[in-house]
């Protein structure tokens, strides 16, 4: 019932910025819970940043955090990941996820929380 479309990837130098888009149909995101994940070659899956209650609360990894915005447009329902001042280790494929549920996990950088995903797209960062 729920399909996401990621964009916006590509390649860029470190240092520079990339905004991510990912396309909702089905359901909107003021109602659901909503993230980020990224995997490169060789490593598990991570979650990046996630938001919750229609952009109420967000979250963000460690290593992202002062660097990365996730933000969302609930009329567009259309979800965003700002990326500056990005780093050659933030090079990965980077996947839209979704949960529809009431209630949004404490856990939401568990890749299982989330029952939706995107195809993904590829970010590389070069140095």
């Known amino acids: 019932q729920v399909q996401l479309v990621e964009s916006g990837g590509g390649s860029v130098q470190a240092g520079g910025s990339l905004r991510l888009s990912c396309a909702a149909s089905?359901?909107?995101?003021?109602?659901?819970?909503m993230g980020w994940f990224r995997q490169a070659p060789g490593k598990e899956r991570e979650g990046v940043a996630a938001t919750y209650n229609g952009g109420g609360f967000t979250y963000y990894a460690d290593s992202v955090k002062g660097r990365f915005t996730i933000s969302q447009d609930n009329a567009k329902n259309t979800l965003y990941l700002q990326m500056n001042s990005l780093k050659p280790e933030d090079t990965a494929m980077y996947y839209c996820?979704?949960?529809?549920?009431?209630?949004?996990?404490?856990?939401?950088?568990?890749?299982?929380?989330?029952?939706?995903w995107g195809q993904g797209t590829q970010v590389t960062v070069s140095s």
């Open positions: 089905g359901y909107v995101y003021s109602s659901n819970c």
């Open positions: 996820a979704a949960k529809i549920s009431v209630v949004c996990s404490y856990w939401w950088s568990h890749s299982d929380e989330y029952n939706y």
